[in-house]
């Protein structure tokens, strides 16, 4: 098995997601943790490795798979985070119980203070208490199951519990119609304004980082450093599966917006989006969404991913304006189980939890230091 067999076989899995491909293992190789590939086949077994060729002696048919990134804590003890993994048909509780099984004991053996799991997993769609919200029971009956067994929510969300999800499969005027008539007029807007777009190429990289740190200062984010974003998207553009398109708006050859689009086994995501204060009453991220949404249709994806929305849904919670965006595209909010996680060590899990806030806090102030003297401010 190498790295191409490990996408082509977690694409075929239920819920594939970028984040756990082996190209994502790399980038957060690069960055302190180690990349471990864990499979489980129809016949009993299961096994994990940190070279993912070890796996190559698996004939039965794989049911299940997680990346698993392992990084060191308090100098002699493990933790243990799966972004956006186990892939699996989590609804087949034997399975589920299986995975679950194999992986709390090997937390528990390898001295983990804590196993995290992302999960995927839809608990509902449509905002709480509208009309049209609509619970997955299936959703529900794992997150009992997480909880019955020890498992706690995280209280570090490190990817989006919710999301928006645009409908592809739709015909292109299909798509337009269930926008939101200031959306589809914006769109016409950044056209009629002179608005252009183009595909980036590696050339524009340090621009489109110095734009998203631009972005960054002025919306009151934090962001990492140019060798990180550089890391992950030289990474994803020189794959052809998953892969990663930069999309630039100019007006009169000038940059002034852009966003990286991710694809992967059918499904489109927005991840980074950036834009410069010039030129903004001409609405260049409108026109850049659909035509995010126009490229990923054309290489085959369903659904257009577009990265976040509140936990809270009302002007209280910090995503509120930019889900405001997001909903004018016509989507639908996709609510997930989120990260639990599994604390064989008790004590440490406790001590981790109480120290990595101000350790995250730290780390956001050196990012809102570096994003400034990224624009020589």
Same mark, same amino acid.
């Given at each position: ?35 471990? $590939? ?94 049209? !919200? ?18 706690? !929510? ?59 740190? !631009? ?88 659904? $257009? ?9 009302? !002007? ?12 004018? *595209? ?6 997930? *189980? ?13 001590? $981790? ?25």
């Amino acid at each position: 098995m190498n790295s191409n067999s490990w996408n082509q076989i977690i694409s075929n899995l239920p819920g594939p997601h970028f984040l756990q491909t082996y190209e994502w293992g790399q980038v957060k190789a690069k960055y302190g943790w180690d990349p471990n $590939y864990a499979v489980w086949t129809e016949d009993g077994k299961w096994k994990v490795e940190s070279n993912v060729e070890a796996l190559s002696t698996f004939h039965s048919p794989i049911v299940a798979t997680a990346l698993v990134l392992k990084r060191t804590a308090f100098r002699r003890f493990s933790i243990f985070y799966a972004p956006k993994g186990p892939l699996m048909d989590w609804s087949n509780e034997s399975l589920r119980a299986r995975v679950l099984d194999d992986l709390q004991s090997f937390a528990e053996k390898q001295g983990a203070i804590f196993l995290k799991l992302d999960l995927d997993v839809v608990l509902g769609r449509g905002v709480p208490l509208s009309v049209g !919200e609509v619970t997955e029971n299936s959703g529900q009956a794992v997150m009992s199951d997480l909880k019955r067994r020890g498992w706690v !929510e995280s209280s570090d969300q490190i990817q989006f519990k919710n999301t928006v999800i645009v409908d592809l499969s739709a015909t292109e005027e299909d798509i337009l119609m269930r926008m939101k008539q200031k959306t589809r007029y914006n769109i016409r807007l950044a056209e009629r304004k002179g608005v252009s777009l183009r595909v980036g190429k590696l050339a524009d990289l340090a621009m489109l980082y110095r734009m998203y740190a !631009e972005t960054s200062v002025r919306d009151g984010f934090v962001i990492r450093d140019e060798e990180y974003y550089m890391t992950v998207w030289k990474m994803f553009m020189q794959s052809s599966e998953p892969a990663v398109v930069p999309l630039i708006a100019e007006v009169d050859g000038e940059p002034i917006a852009g966003l990286f689009l991710f694809i992967f086994a059918g499904r489109g995501y927005y991840v980074y989006g950036m834009s410069r204060e010039k030129h903004r009453e001409k609405m260049p991220t409108y026109l850049l969404q659909w035509a995010a949404m126009r490229h990923a249709k054309a290489r085959g994806c369903l659904t $257009y991913d577009l990265w976040g929305a509140p936990d809270v849904f009302d !002007e209280s919670d910090p995503l509120w304006g930019v889900y405001r965006f997001k909903e004018g *595209l016509g989507g639908e909010v996709v609510r997930t *189980l989120g990260a639990y996680d599994f604390a064989p060590r008790k004590f440490w899990y406790s001590m $981790y939890s109480d120290v990595m806030p101000r350790v995250l806090d730290f780390m956001r102030s050196r990012g809102r230091q570096r994003a400034k003297q990224a624009l020589g401010a």
